[in-house]
């Protein structure tokens, strides 16, 4: 079972534009093709876990969801940046489409998009890190035992000035280079020479 990041969408891979709905509005920053290639170099599975309740919302449809994943992949392949899977969460307790408005356990702080992206890709969620611009990434790192690395980006600026109670981040960074710098020096890293983990399959 192999360590992977977990990587939020909007306002850590991508800029935080609201509900994004118009693929012209898709705009990565600078920094996070090299930051995604780094990761990739390292052996890490990148898997993205995001919120989309756009789709309860009525927003934009699952298939624009599908859309925009395609162009982000299409912005990362010139530069050699791959995400190698993208989970998704299109309900909202409060949506506008019956069929997507409910409680649901995959809308992240919940933990079942890591779950099926693990038995999915065979990771292993307690050796893995969680990057996002939200509490609500920390708080899913915590429910999946994950290290949780907040970004600057995005919300993460002002989220990090009102921490909830009874949470906390691993690192607070600038962005995602910045977390992808942090991942590739942590002694759980199983790359890391230094590393507390050894595992041959990795
Ligand atoms: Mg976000
Ligand atoms: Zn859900």
């Not at 993205?48 to 392949?77: M, P, W």
């Not at 990057?131 to 990434?137: L, N, P, S």
């Not at 690192?171 to 280079?177: F, G, K, T, Y």
Request: charged fraction near 25%; glycine fraction near 8%; charge should be neutral.
């Amino acid at each position: 079972m192999k360590a992977a990041v977990f990587l939020d969408r909007d306002g850590t891979i991508i800029e935080d534009v609201g509900y994004l709905a118009r693929i012209e509005r898709l705009a990565l920053f600078p920094w996070s093709v090299d930051a995604i290639r780094a990761l990739n170099h390292a052996g890490l599975p990148v898997v993205v876990i995001t919120n989309q309740s756009g789709v309860a919302r009525k927003y934009f449809a699952e298939r624009f969801v599908h859309e925009t994943h395609r162009a982000l992949d299409d912005l990362l392949a010139p530069g050699g940046a791959r995400i190698d899977a993208y989970y998704y969460c299109p309900h909202h307790p409060d949506g506008k489409l019956p069929e997507y408005s409910r409680l649901c356990d995959c809308r992240k702080p919940g933990r079942a998009l890591v779950d099926r992206a693990c038995a999915d890709l065979g990771l292993d969620p307690a050796r893995s890190f969680v990057v996002g611009d939200t509490w609500r990434d920390v708080g899913l790192a915590r429910a999946v035992g994950a290290r949780a690395v907040m970004v600057r980006t995005g919300a993460g600026a002002i989220e990090e000035q009102r921490p909830p109670a009874g949470l906390a981040a691993d690192a607070v960074v600038d962005n995602l280079a910045a977390a992808a710098s942090w991942i590739l020096m942590n002694p759980l890293n199983p790359l890391n020479p230094q590393s507390a983990i050894r595992d041959p399959q990795c």
